[in-house]
């Protein structure tokens, strides 16, 4: 989506001034803010597409501010490694995480499918492919090479949560709640059984996997 | 009989002489009839005044004068009339019953006398020991006060000490059957030593200092002259100990709760420190591969640009681990456990390390899960894959997992030079680097980190030449209390 207009929120000025470089030279007009005050000024003004947030600003922690974003994707960019606020991040609402140092190529890989993903959603793809996997969100049957293949409920019910957002993190708690309901949000292991059980069934190598994608400690990731 | 009782008998005898006499001048203008009742007053004083002793003396004095004075014949003893042993009879009872009365009247206000003193006692108690906060000093208190109240020596010795928390006088340390008699006092949470049912051979008289979690010790008491402290079961000592036990409790909550809040905050500190050097390491890093990238793009010499990228890289990779390093030094490792499938955490491994492509994977997707802090394996995974890739002069790297008894084994495998012998353990150490290896590049903190988290997790790691082919293995085994068993 060349064009899309992105909002860099960061204090340190190399970091935004890079940023805007590479995005830039990828198409993308750019808008930046310092502060948490001054994104939440300039929020409504530049009705952004995407919003790059660091955790790390002088005046209020990005965590917070997560909530006040409203409807605009947000990809964290930030120094903070630890999975707590991996979690933290997602679980409130951010489409992604990158730590840094980042590799530019891998950020603009992820901003491209935060961007595809607001489209997708605003015209409801209803049908994702991956590899030889083709997932039917709407008559909720999946297909391996054509051929259709038979999940239990908790496992299309998981591998459809996955495919409504194709490349993006969805936290264990989130996986666990729209799949087995609230009070099931700790039972990290139901997900771990689900997850072997669907490998079984669409990878090529269950030892190996490419479709599902593990990240430790927060969550999992359909491939793109 | 005493001084006192002499005094008393002779002033009831007065009484009764005084009351005859009365009776005398009054004769005629009272009825000799009512003369009986006149005696009523020195029975009903002496009985009041003296006790049952002096009521039944006035009583018997009384009705020998009535009968000698008044009653006709007069100035004999004699009776010949039921009416008047009815009199006789009747100021004798008066006399049980005033004296009776009283005695029970005196002895309500001798306990509540008694009542008001131990309650004096408890309240002063109660104040001296609401100064004191810290233990020791708690304990000095409650044997100064306890010293006081029963004017006796006193001391207060722990569950499993032998050496007092405090004495009053100083008190080196029981030893014995004082020390037994104390031991048995906790134990039973009752009474034991001198003055007791149990160990009365013992100096000391111990009283238990129940709390609602338990016995927390025994307060001593013992006098020089060998007497027991304490007679019976005194009500006041067990008030003291109740107060003793709570208030000493209540000490030791306080001191945990601070020695709680210390840690945390230094826990806080030291979070806090290891973020913003993170962060302050990191920024620039960040800014140097962007550039790196956008040099890439721009700049013709792409070698010289790849160098720059994979410095930097490399870098940061040093500096993460350097800041496990400190962690794991510092005791800082917080874990995060839940289960794991091996799979999973090595597939993300071998995405995060460069040539993961390479590497030979034999990990069955059957395995238990293994409960575990994701992030801290995924770190343990890549300095071993790391390590491996490093060290194996080329050759594939494997990385294998298997049950193994009851537990399961995951096994990072080269195929270089292997390691020197004897040096199997030494490798784990911070900044080794073994001699006469190819060991280049790392920091030498790689595997010491592995050790680190692998054992905060409550995993063993060893080091061993292979025995099948050429290399090193490097195992971790997960015992079967970290496995989690599920339904297929």
Known sequence: MTGARILIVDDELHIRRLLRASLERAGYAIAEAVTARELLSVLPIEQPDLVLLD????????????????????????ARE?????????????????????????????????????????????????????????????????AEVHLTPKEYGLLAALAAHPGRVITHGQLLRSVWGPAHAANTEYLRVTVRGLRAKLEADAAAPRLILNEPGVGYRLAK | MNRIERRATAET??????????????????????MDLLYLVPVAVAARLHGLGQGVIAGTASALAYNFFFVPPVYTLRIDDSENIVTVVALLAVAVFTSRLTAQLRS?????????????????????????????ALAHAICTEAARIFAADALVVLRGHDVPLAAAPPFDRLAGLDLQAAQQCIESGGRSGRGTATLQAADWSFVALPTPSGVVGALGLARGDGRAPVDG??????????????????????????????????????????????????????????????????????????TLDSEARRLDRYIANLLDMVRIEAGAIRLNLEPVDLVDAVAAALRDVRGGDAVQVDVPADLPLVRLDAQLFHHILINLIDNARRHGAGAPVTIAAARHGDGVTLAVCDAGPGLPPGSEARVF?????????????????????????????????SAANRADTRGAAFTLELPAVLLVAVAP
């Open chain 1, 55 to 78: 955790l790390g600003l002088p005046d209020r922690d990005g965590l917070e501010l997560l909530p006040l974003l409203g409807a605009v994707p947000v990809i964290v960019v930030s």
């Open chain 1, 82 to 146: 630890s999975v707590e606020e991996k979690v933290a991040a997602l679980d409130l609402g951010a489409v992604d995480y990158v730590t840094k140092p980042f590799d530019s190529d891998e950020l603009l890989a992820r901003v491209r499918a935060a961007l595809r993903q607001r489209r997708a959603t605003q015209s409801s793809a209803a049908v994702v492919r991956v590899d030889d996997i083709e997932i039917d969100l709407d008559e909720r049957s999946v297909r391996r090479s054509g």
């Open chain 2, 13 to 34: 005898l007065l009484m009764v002489a005084a009351v005859t006499g009365l009776g005398l001048a009054a004769q005629g203008r009272i009825p000799a009839s009512a």
């Open chain 2, 108 to 136: 309500q206000a001798r306990e509540a006398q008694a009542a008001a003193a131990r309650n004096a006692a408890l309240a002063s108690f109660a104040r001296q020991l609401a100064g004191s906060s810290d233990e020791a």
């Open chain 2, 233 to 306: 079961d005194d009500p006041l000592l067990a008030s003291i100990a109740a107060q003793a036990a709570l208030a000493l409790e209540r000490a030791a909550l306080a001191r945990e709760l601070n020695d709680v809040a210390a840690l945390r905050e230094r826990d806080r500190l030291r979070g806090a420190l290891l973020s913003s050097v993170g962060h302050d390491l990191r920024t620039p890093l960040t800014a140097i591969l962007a550039a790196s990238a956008e040099l890439r793009a721009t700049v013709a010499d792409a070698a010289l640009v790849a």
């Open chain 2, 429 to 461: 150490e911070t900044f080794t680097r073994l001699e006469g290896s190819d060991r280049v590049g790392g920091t030498g903190l790689g595997l010491a980190i592995v050790k680190g988290f692998a054992e905060a997790m409550g995993l063993h790691v």
